[in-house]
């Protein structure tokens, strides 16, 4: 387990991991990093908190970027990175825009990876992710109905996304 809020923590858990990965599979490196963690805040640019703000940008922005330089020295040449982003960093919708600010980072961080990472032929991508039905935002999309049928009006598949969608594509990312 990792709070990626707390990145004095990850030199620990990258020695855990590599010591997991030479104990339980025997191996040096590992093949696929796909960069998930992160919570959404629904709230205004005048009532978002500067803490809450602090603790976006610590758990999506910076503790991304901070695990990621860690572990590429042990992602093997030839691997795979995905680093989950919104929809929200491409349209506005209001009270999410400090959520989507990290998501937008996020996406240009993943162009530089593949920019730097490239002549180890590892690719990065960034997968912008919907409404989906999770226990993502108290599970929102998934457990309330008059959101869940908003959701649906205005998305092409004509219903929120679910869990089985995005990791099918992130498995294809990755093969």
Same mark, same amino acid.
């Given at each position: 387990?990792?709070?990626?809020?707390?990145?004095?923590?990850?030199?620990?858990?990258?020695?855990?991991?590599?010591?997991?990965?030479?104990?339980?599979?025997?191996?040096?490196?590992?093949?696929?990093?796909?960069?998930?963690?992160?919570?959404?805040?629904?709230?205004?640019? $005048?009532?978002? +908190?500067?803490?809450?703000?602090?603790?976006?940008?610590? +758990?999506?922005?910076?503790?991304?970027?901070?695990?990621?330089?860690?572990?590429?020295?042990?992602?093997?040449?030839?691997?795979?990175?995905?680093?989950?982003?919104?929809?929200?960093?491409?349209?506005?919708?209001?009270?999410?825009?400090?959520?989507?600010?990290?998501?937008?980072?996020?996406?240009?961080? +993943?162009?530089? !990876?593949? *920019?730097?990472?490239?002549?180890?032929?590892?690719?990065?991508?960034?997968?912008?992710?919907?409404?989906?039905? +999770?226990?993502?935002?108290?599970? !929102?999309?998934?457990?309330?109905?008059?959101?869940? *049928? $908003?959701?649906?009006?205005?998305?092409?598949?004509?219903?929120?996304?679910?869990?089985?969608?995005?990791?099918? $594509?992130?498995?294809? !990312?990755?093969?």
């Amino acid at each position: 387990q990792l709070d990626t809020s707390k990145s004095g923590t990850f030199e620990e858990f990258k020695q855990r991991f590599s010591n997991a990965l030479q104990t339980t599979w025997g191996r040096e490196n590992f093949d696929y990093l796909v960069n998930n963690a992160g919570f959404g805040i629904a709230k205004s640019i $005048m009532e978002t +908190t500067e803490e809450e703000f602090d603790r976006l940008v610590n +758990t999506q922005y910076r503790g991304l970027f901070f695990i990621t330089q860690k572990l590429i020295p042990l992602l093997r040449d030839g691997g795979s990175i995905v680093n989950i982003s919104s929809g929200l960093a491409r349209f506005a919708i209001p009270t999410n825009c400090a959520y989507a600010m990290t998501k937008g980072g996020v996406e240009v961080f +993943t162009r530089y !990876l593949a *920019k730097e990472l490239g002549h180890r032929q590892i690719t990065a991508n960034s997968v912008a992710v919907g409404a989906t039905e +999770t226990d993502f935002g108290g599970g !929102l999309v998934r457990d309330n109905p008059a959101y869940h *049928k $908003m959701i649906s009006s205005v998305v092409a598949l004509g219903r929120p996304g679910k869990p089985d969608d995005i990791g099918r $594509m992130i498995s294809a !990312l990755l093969s």
